[in-house]
């Protein structure tokens, strides 16, 4: 629920890291999300991005296999659910027949949400 950068604590895990963010959002898509890290080649000390992808659901539940351990500059990127869009609403005031919040629907159009509000005045 709120992005962003966390202080690393003691043993800190994918499912108490996602705790102190304020949970997941209701579009969250728990399936696939992704966990990248940065690994140091030992023998030429050349820095890489390894990524994982990571089961969300089974993290939270408690697997110890998707449950992993977080470490100094992970980053969790988690996904929205395909095709889901959360609802726009547009206020009308003024001169329009009944004045209110409406709902709008994907690729309506301003003419059509002021035929739902009654047309204007």
């Not at 102190?20 to 940065?38: D, S």
């Not at 697997?63 to 869009?85: H, W």
Request: hydrophobic share 35%; net charge neutral.
């Amino acid at each position: 629920k709120h992005p962003g950068r966390y202080p690393i604590t003691p043993r800190m895990t994918i499912s108490t890291l996602i705790e102190a963010a304020g949970g997941l959002t209701y579009n969250a898509f728990t399936i696939n999300a992704e966990l990248a890290r940065t690994v140091i080649n030992s023998k030429d000390e050349r820095a890489s991005i390894d990524v994982e992808r990571i089961d969300l659901r089974q993290a939270i539940q408690g697997s110890t296999v998707a449950d992993a351990i977080i470490v100094g500059r992970d980053r969790l990127n988690i996904l929205e659910k395909p095709n889901v869009k959360l609802q726009s609403t547009v206020t009308l005031q003024g001169e329009v027949r009944f004045p209110g919040t409406y709902t709008v629907r994907q690729g309506e159009t301003l003419g059509e949400l002021l035929e739902r509000a009654g047309g204007l005045t």
